[in-house]
């Protein structure tokens, strides 16, 4: 018998949600279940789902006073909500890539026999899904008992944060590569069902929020007046690169555009979707979590390598460390490919991925545009997801225009894009 839900902070499982906990309990052992729910996450640090937190405690094989927590991971109650972000593609995207891909790479690393402690393992566990509240819910691995936690979103990550992220990333990629190598029709069958959920006609930011757009690119536009002459170079190209914004986002996360060196992508590697774990100074990190698939999509590596480096650094870490970020991107992708059975030199060597650095690396930019103005928000200044409207968009990007964070975080992507000739 199972007793009452204890509720905290406001935050409820609503529906079957909570049949779904204990069935997960019931399967790591666990009898005489509570079930204690707490948010998971505070404003500003989740923009497309609702995350809780729910600690479960019972007896574990006989043994009184044990617990377990996993993460919900639930689409938003609120209809507005989902229709203005369209966030039920998001869900079922993410779900094909927890129950479809990552399985996947699981089989092939056990299949090529890597070794327990070289193994890919910076991706929580999907434990359950639900779709009974129409829509997906997710049951993942809690990763917080195990010491990770988030990073400042507002401070940008340091060198040593970054290359952890980075040879997580070349890891992830390499999956890809080694499965259209040694699977070519699991591989095929895996990326696509893989979905493009910002950039397509009747996403997110398809076509039908051209307006808003516009609105965004003439607002930095405005603002970066303040930093740059209307008539420089860094404007003059800057105009160049948005004047034909849809088709360029489009073309830039085509799979296609990159072959043959496209892979499964994160899609959405920030600051606040990444976990940290720290030694016992309890500030240099050791290993990394990346979280949320969502916008998971077959693209240039690159895309994800960009908009991680320019969305979520400053650039002091970029001019003292882009090289030495890339070679630690490299070195992981090419040593985690030779484990799963392929050579790196044949399906992307270095020339390839300097290549693909040059073609895709505007990629940071254009995310910048859109997400720059929320990642530098203080708490208190990022949208209310749940009174979205109509000029919830407008309303934010005017609060940016004396965001002294914001202006000179997006100044210095513009910069570093003209001076390295991406734009």
């Known amino acids: 018998m199972s007793a009452p839900v204890e509720e905290h902070s406001g935050a409820q499982l609503r529906g079957n949600l909570r049949a779904v906990v204990e069935d997960v309990a019931r ?131 340091d060198t040593a944060h970054c290359s952890l992220v980075m040879k997580e990333l070349g890891r992830f990629h390499a999956f890809s590569f080694a499965l259209r190598d040694q699977r070519p029709a699991e591989f095929q069958r895996l990326r696509s069902g893989v979905t493009e959920t910002l950039f397509r006609p009747q996403s997110a930011l398809g076509a039908e929020s051209e307006g808003r757009l516009k609105s965004m690119v003439d607002h930095v536009t405005s603002t970066m007046l303040k930093r ?65 698939l969502q916008v998971s999509r077959y693209s240039s590596p690159v895309t994800d390598i960009a908009y991680f480096l320019y969305c979520c650094t400053e650039r002091s870490v970029r001019r003292e460390a882009y090289k030495s970020l890339l070679s630690d991107y490299y070195n992981s992708f090419s040593q985690f490919l030779r484990l799963l059975g392929s050579d790196p030199e044949q399906m992307f060597p270095y020339s390839a991925f300097k290549e693909q650095e040059s073609r895709f690396s505007h990629f940071g930019l254009l995310m910048a545009l859109f997400v720059l103005p929320i990642f530098t928000a203080a708490s208190e200044d990022t949208p209310d997801m749940d009174n979205i409207g109509e000029n919830t968009a407008r309303d934010h990007l005017a609060k940016s225009a004396s965001n002294q964070l914001y202006l000179r975080r997006m100044g210095d992507v513009i910069e570093d894009m003209v001076d390295r000739s991406f734009i």
């Open 228 to 292: 740059f002459p209307h008539e420089s170079e860094y404007m003059e190209r800057f105009r160049r690169f948005c004047s034909d914004f849809n088709k360029r986002a489009e073309a830039v996360v085509s799979g296609e555009a990159a072959e043959p060196c496209a892979v499964i992508c994160h899609g959405d590697c920030w600051t606040n979707n990444i976990l940290f774990k720290y030694r016992e100074d309890d500030e240099s990190p050791e290993a990394a979590c990346l979280l949320d």
């Open 27 to 157: 399967r790591e052992r666990f009898t005489d279940v509570e079930v204690e729910v707490s948010r998971a996450s505070a404003k500003g640090d989740n923009y497309i789902g609702e995350l809780l937190r729910v600690k479960v405690k019972g007896r574990r094989d006989g043994e009184e006073g044990q617990s377990m927590s996993v993460v919900l991971k639930l689409i938003p109650e609120n209809e507005a909500r989902r229709a203005v972000a369209r966030v039920d593609a998001f869900f079922d995207n993410e779900l094909f890539v927890y129950s479809e891909v990552m399985p996947a790479f699981q089989s092939l690393q056990e299949d090529r026999r890597v070794p327990e402690a070289e193994r890919f393992g910076a991706v929580p566990k999907l434990l359950a899904c639900d779709r009974s509240e129409g829509g997906v819910s997710l049951v993942l691995e809690d990763m917080s008992p195990r010491g990770y936690r988030m990073a400042d979103r507002l401070k940008g990550l």
